[in-house]
Structure formats: structure tokens, C-alpha cells
């Protein structure tokens, strides 16, 4: 595509042909430049329509949306605390259940898996991520729960023992904490293990050479070639997971039980900032009302927003150990 | 070469443009209609989004005139109805005296359409006949005062049944719905711990039990879960053949809720009504032995002084055979039609809208 100064003296044709790319270049570059801004202009634009929809609220009620936890449409008390509370645990059980999995199936995929399995493997798992939110909502009331509720609460709870904790105490409904977290982690899944198997894959062959060569077996390849050089990666699709547990909405909402209260078992109903938006937003009758949602989706906005900053600097930090 | 090289960022360009734009169009309201050839538009109640959409689509294909109606449920159809977005509005339940005052179109007339009952539906796998219940115990299910399904309260009105010694488990809606608001309005009517305690309303703070989304999120949990009871709208559980329990009515008489019933419920309320009543009323617990309480009508709010004179006289025209010939489509799609003498009446209420177009 670069074209040289000799070709340019040689030839008035092609040096023609250049400053007509070159305009095309302009041209190119300005409308690539209008979308590139386009997006950001768009979140900003988001943002500041929440915040200006949320700002009465914000006025009204201060900081005891974060902070208190009853949510009384009728007595006008919005506290937020359990719904914010529910995001953050419902996230973090689906990240302790998915990423594990993801990264096995990532290395089974890149490491291990025959030429002949890895496509329909790889392809099975991406298709976890186009299956619609509500068709994984409504597998988790009719299959879900039910298999939780008879089955694996009880097993957790009693067999294990794990009752005496406060993390699987109290009565198994069904529509839990759980049932949330489990659902999210098949939802991640699917983008922690794709970028984890890219990644993996991109990882140069001289690197497991040298490790082979050194006497590694195949495990000490992986443990000390690899996924080393493929951390920041790695870090990166889990974050991709974890934005997407977070933001999730119709199946959480189908399957959690949505309980505006705090509690420590996991086998308690509870609650998420969107579900509550969700299930509010289209009969909110009071202004007030309408604003205090809108303060829920400005603080899981501020929320998401740490979550990338972090997934950003541990990215970035990673990187930087590796080349120092 | 030279033109593919000049044609093709061009048009990655305008792809992209195109998909920002399209984005920025998404996240604004979707409120406003798209075609140029509808007539007359309304939104709201998304219990009656059924019966609307088919009477839209039977009067469209009778008189060419086309109605565009959107599920957006009963506050939003309020909402837009005041800021003046829509020519209708639609609602399960009425507007308050200060939703009323805040219209931006002046005064709203509420048009009673059709009418919904709410069944109580619940998981008893070893109890064959329909479970027997009265309001008050409703109520103390649902503020967790009766935790067994064999409580004496609950068995003394089922004798011969032999009630499971399950814990009961309770399911509401969790998403704001008209459903609720007329189970509320019942529960609240009947006792008055629950109307201190909780109250009326779209969505409420419940004392205890798991929310479902949607009636199918009701039904759901309601279905898997042994012990469990929950609502949902007549129509709902007939079509799902779901469980309904009798409910003592305020005669005395156990009822369950069937269209004949939920339309008793009205004609029980009609006669007591006087004669410029503007229809904002409450019907559960009504008078009548065969009257089902969990009873209620859904509205269409209109504008008293219709701005274009055009438009108004279409939307009469609408409203008027809606309540003539479309109450014969209420009742196979499972709503209960408005018992006869009312409609007559409610017609008559139409010569009320003004069409002179003057403020």
C-alpha cells in the first residue's frame, strides 16, 4: 500500500494515483474519526441522561439510596442496598463458578484437544453467548431450580454440612442467590473461555519449544510457559465476563426470587440493581419513583465503570510484571 | 481498483454511521409511532393488550381506520396520556385526583372496557377439590401470620380436606402490574392489617414471600414448588389450566372466578352508582352471591375537549363500536365483557367528549 518516492518520480500516472489516495485517506480518516467519537460522544450521552434523570432523587434522598435497605414505593423510602448487594454476590459466585471452567475448557481446547474436537467444542461453548437471556431465564425456572431445590441445596446444605455456615443456611425455595450466580456463570462463560482459548493460542510456539526442551512435562508447560504469557488476557476475557454478570437482566431477574433483602445464605432470594429497574420502570407511578430508579442505574453505571477501571489497571499491572 | 479503494471506505463509513445512529434512535424513546397512516394511537395496560390489539385489528379491516396501541403498561400509558404523546390511554387501575390534575389535555374521562378477575392459584399436590379460602386468610398468607398449609384457620374452611402439613410458600409479582394492584385493593379492602401494613399499589413492599416476573414467573414458581400460592389474572390460569381457589365474596357464597362471575362482579356494583358517577371504581368485594371479589375493571382514559375535532370523532367512533360490537371478542379471549345495561349507559357517557375543538 505504501508506495515509495522512486515510484513516484518514475511514473506522473502513479503519482497521480497517490494524491487520489491520499484524498481517499482524508476522507477515510475523517469518517473513521466520526465514528470512533460517535461512541464515546453516545455514553456520555447516556450518562449525563441518567444522571440529570437521577438527580432529583439524588436531592431528595442523598446518599440513603446506597446506604438504606428498605425499598417502599408506597412510604417513599428507596433504599438500593440489597439490590446493590445482589449484584455484586450474584456476580461474584458466577466468577468463582465460571472462571474455573472457562479456563479448563481454554487450555483443554489450545493444549490438549485432538484437531477434530477443538472446532466443535469451541463452537458449542461460543454458542452459550447467543442463546437469548430469556430463553436461559426460563431453562432456569423449569430445569434450574427445581434440580437445585431437590438435589444439590440439599446436598450443599446437609451432606455437606455446609448448613452450619451462614452461606447455605435457612429453607431452599429454589429462586436464590444460587440460582442466580449459576445462571450467570453459564452466561459468562462462554466470553471468558473464547478470549482465554484465543489468547492461549497466540501464545508462540518457541515459548512451549523452550519449556519442552527444558525437561517441562506438559502440565509445567502450561503452568510456567503459558498461561504466564497469556495472563493478561486471560484477566481481560474474565473482566469481559464479569461486566456481562453484572449488567445482566431478564434471566437474574426470572430466577433470583427478587427479595429486597440482605442475607448471607446463598440459598436466600435476593436481588439486582437491574432487575429492579427492570421490574419497576414501566409501572413507576411517582416521579420520585421514576428518579429513584434511574439513581439505581446511575450507581450500577458508576459501578460497571470501577469494575472496567480495575479490569483495565490489573491488565496493565500483569503486563508490565511480565516484561520488567 | 482506483473506485473499489474509494467505494469501500466510503462504505464501511456510512455502515458505521448508520449503526451509531441507529443506537442513539434505540435508546431514545421508542414512544412515538412509526407509519404516517395511523389514525389514532393509545398505550398502556399490557393486561389488555390482547382484547385492544384484536378490536384495533378487526376495525381496521372494517372501517380502514388504523388504531396503534402499545403494551407499555398502565403507568406509562398514564403518563403518556398526560404529557399528550398518545390520543388514548389505558389502564387497569384509576387515575388518582393528583394524576388527574397533572394532565396536560385538561379533563380525563375514564371509559370502562372490559373486565379482569385475578385468580389465586397455588401447588397442593394431595388436595384433589378446589381449596376453599376468604380474604382475611389471603391476606394473612401473604404477611407470613399463617406459615403452615394445615393452620386451623385454613382447615377450618376446608372440612373433609386433608391439608399438607407443607410450609406455605408465597409468590407475588415482582415487576409493577395492575395484577397486584387489584389483589392489593382486595386484601386491603377486606382487612384492615393488610391496608396498614402494606396497602395499595402497582408494586409494593411485600412482608414476605419470592417475586416472579410477568404471571408466567407467578405460574412458574407456583408450579414447582409444592406449598406454594400465588395470583394471577383469570385469563392467565384458565389458559395454563393452573389451580384456582374459591373465595368467600362478600355475600357469602363460595366463588370461583370465571368470566360470568368477574362480570356479576359489575352488574352487582352498577346499579349503586350514581348518575354522573365518573366511573373510578373500585369493584372487588362487590354485593351479589355470584359475584367473584378479586374483580376489576380496565379502563381507557380519553381527553374531555379533544383537540382536533377529527381525530376526536374518530376516536368516538372507536370507543362506540368497542363497546357495541367488540364485548362479543372479550369473552373467547378470556376477558369478562361489560354486563349490557352498562355498556348502554358508558355509550351514552361518550356524548360528553367534545369535539368542537375549543379550549
Not at chain 1, 450518562?47 to 408506597?74: E, Q
Not at chain 1, 510456539?205 to 519449556?211: D, F, G, L, M, V
Not at chain 2, 407475588?172 to 401494613?197: C, E, K, N, P
Amino acid at each position: 500500500m505504501t508506495s515509495l518516492p522512486v515510484d513516484w518520480l518514475e511514473n506522473d500516472r502513479r503519482k497521480l494515483r497517490v494524491d487520489a489516495s491520499a484524498y481517499g485517506d482524508k476522507i477515510y480518516e475523517a469518517l473513521t474519526a466520526a465514528c470512533a467519537l460517535a461512541i464515546p460522544a453516545l455514553v456520555i450521552a447516556i450518562a449525563v441522561a441518567i444522571f440529570a434523570a437521577a438527580w432529583p432523587a439524588f436531592a431528595k434522598l442523598g446518599f440513603s439510596i446506597v446506604t438504606t435497605s428498605d425499598w417502599d414505593v408506597r412510604a417513599g423510602h428507596f433504599g438500593a442496598a440489597p439490590a446493590i448487594f445482589g449484584t455484586l454476590v450474584s456476580s461474584t459466585v458466577a466468577l468463582i463458578i465460571a472462571t474455573p471452567l472457562a479456563i479448563g475448557v481454554a487450555i483443554f481446547l489450545s493444549e490438549f484437544a485432538p484437531l477434530w474436537l477443538r472446532q466443535p467444542i469451541g463452537f458449542l461453548v461460543d454458542l452459550l453467548a447467543a442463546i437469548p437471556s430469556v430463553v436461559y431465564g426460563l431453562w432456569g425456572i423449569f430445569v434450574l431450580i427445581p434440580l437445585l431445590r431437590e438435589h444439590v441445596m440439599p446436598f450443599l446444605r446437609d451432606t455437606l454440612h455446609l448448613g452450619a455456615t451462614p452461606f447455605f443456611s435457612g429453607p431452599a425455595y429454589g429462586p436464590s442467590m444460587l440460582a442466580a450466580g449459576v445462571i450467570l456463570a453459564i452466561m459468562a462463560l462462554p466470553y471468558i473461555s473464547s478470549v482465554s482459548r484465543e489468547v492461549l493460542m497466540a501464545v508462540p510456539r518457541s515459548q512451549r519449544e523452550a519449556a519442552l526442551a527444558l525437561g517441562a512435562t506438559r502440565w509445567e508447560m502450561i503452568r510456567d510457559a503459558v498461561i504466564p504469557y497469556a495472563r493478561s488476557g486471560i484477566i481481560g476475557g474474565i473482566m469481559l465476563g464479569l461486566g456481562r454478570a453484572l449488567g445482566e437482566t431478564m434471566a437474574v431477574t426470572m430466577v433470583i426470587g427478587n427479595r429486597p433483602e440482605i442475607s448471607a445464605s446463598l440459598l436466600a432470594p435476593g436481588y439486582t440493581m437491574a432487575s429492579l429497574i427492570a421490574n419497576e420502570f414501566s409501572e413507576a407511578t411517582s416521579d420520585l419513583h421514576l428518579s429513584a430508579l434511574m439513581a439505581v442505574g446511575a450507581v450500577l453505571f458508576i459501578i460497571t465503570l470501577i469494575v472496567n477501571a480495575v479490569a483495565r489497571w490489573l491488565v496493565w499491572s500483569v503486563g508490565r510484571r511480565r516484561t520488567q | 481498483m482506483k473506485v473499489l479503494k474509494l467505494v469501500v471506505p466510503v462504505l464501511l463509513a456510512v455502515a458505521c454511521a448508520k449503526e451509531g445512529a441507529n443506537s442513539s434512535a434505540t435508546a431514545s424513546s421508542t414512544a412515538a409511532s412509526s407509519g404516517g397512516s395511523v389514525d389514532l394511537t393509545g398505550a398502556g395496560s399490557s393486561f389488555a393488550y390482547p382484547i385492544y390489539s384484536k378490536w384495533a385489528a378487526l376495525y381496521a379491516a372494517k372501517t380502514g381506520v388504523k388504531v396503534n396501541y402499545q403494551s407499555i403498561g398502565s403507568s406509562g400509558g398514564i403518563r403518556q396520556l398526560s404529557d399528550e404523546i398518545v390520543d388514548f390511554g389505558a389502564s387497569d387501575g384509576p387515575m388518582t385526583d393528583q394524576q388527574l390534575a397533572q394532565a396536560k389535555g385538561g379533563p380525563i374521562l375514564h371509559i370502562p372496557t372490559v373486565l379482569g378477575g385475578v385468580s389465586v392459584t397455588y401447588n397442593l399436590p394431595t388436595v384433589q377439590q378446589p381449596l376453599k379460602i376468604t380474604g382475611d386468610v389471603l391476606a394473612q398468607l401473604y404477611m407470613g401470620k399463617i406459615t403452615k398449609w394445615n393452620d386451623s384457620r385454613i382447615a377450618s374452611l376446608n372440612p373433609g380436606v386433608t391439608l399438607p402439613s407443607l410450609d406455605v410458600i408465597v409468590v407475588h409479582r415482582s415487576d409493577g402490574s395492575g395484577t397486584t394492584y387489584i389483589f392489593s385493593d382486595y386484601l386491603a379492602t377486606v382487612s384492615r392489617a393488610w391496608a396498614s401494613a402494606v396497602g395499595r399499589g402497582q408494586s409494593l413492599n411485600w412482608p414476605v414471600g419470592l417475586g416472579g416476573k410477568g404471571s408466567e414467573g407467578v405460574a412458574g414458581q407456583v408450579k414447582q414448588t409444592p406449598g406454594a400460592v400465588g395470583y394471577v389474572e383469570l385469563s392467565y390460569a384458565k389458559q395454563n389450566n393452573l389451580p384456582s381457589a374459591l373465595i368467600r365474596n362478600a355475600a357469602g357464597a363460595w366463588v370461583a372466578p370465571t368470566l360470568e362471575s368477574v362480570t356479576a362482579a359489575a352488574a352487582g356494583v352498577v346499579p349503586t352508582l350514581p348518575a354522573n358517577t365518573d366511573y373510578r371504581i373500585s369493584i372487588v368485594n362487590g354485593p351479589g352471591k355470584g359475584t367473584y371479589p378479586i374483580s376489576s375493571f380496565t379502563w381507557i382514559l380519553v381527553y374531555q375537549h379533544q383537540k382536533e375535532p377529527v381525530k376526536g370523532k374518530k376516536l368516538v367512533d372507536f370507543l362506540n363500536w368497542a363497546l357495541t360490537d367488540g364485548e362479543a371478542e372479550a369473552a373467547p379471549l378470556d376477558y369478562a365483557p361489560l354486563p349490557a345495561s352498562m355498556a348502554t349507559t358508558v355509550k351514552a357517557k361518550l356524548a360528553m367528549i367534545d369535539l368542537t375543538g375549543a379550549k
